[in-house]
């Protein structure tokens, strides 16, 4: 099973964003450089993330994306199945009814023992993703990783992240609370 490079793009986007601040939001740009992608090539996956739920965008010249829901929530299926849509990697076309020993229909009333076994294959394939979530991505970075390039991402997030003014309440405004 060979899964796109956007899945690699979106999945290492949302560990970014996990360590945003509060409210606050990347560019796509910032992401894009920081992993070294074209702007528009990831502006797809991102606006599939926004799709999904996974991601939230804010408009305006200080936008950008951060993540809807918390790391905890997110699961690395979420990411996948947002990026590379929802239909099974293997989709069989009954090849075993077709060619010159193709017999009638009525040879063929069991399932295809293939398709059988990689939609087995699939489930087990999207249930470890299910479990895998985006928190716990992060937390083993965090673990494992050589400093150098845990203290270059966190700085690269800071220098990028943009700080969103949350507008206090009606009341608040007025001094009431």
Known sequence: ?????????????AAMLAGVDGNSTMSGAAMAEAFGLS????????NQLTAARILGSVSGPSGGYRLARSAERITLLDIVLAVEGTEPAFRCG???????VKL??????????????MLKAERAYRAALAEAKLS????DFMNDADPRTIAASCAFVERHQRPQKVQPSPKVQQGKV
């Open 1 to 13: 099973m060979k899964l796109g490079e956007g899945v690699e793009a979106a999945i290492h986007c």
């Open 39 to 46: 702007p528009s090539y990831l502006l797809k996956h991102l």
């Open 94 to 100: 009954e090849i075993r009814q077709r060619g010159p």
């Open 104 to 117: 009638d229909a009525s040879a063929y009333v069991k399932p295809c023992g293939i398709n059988a076994a």
């Open 136 to 139: 716990d991505i992060v937390a």
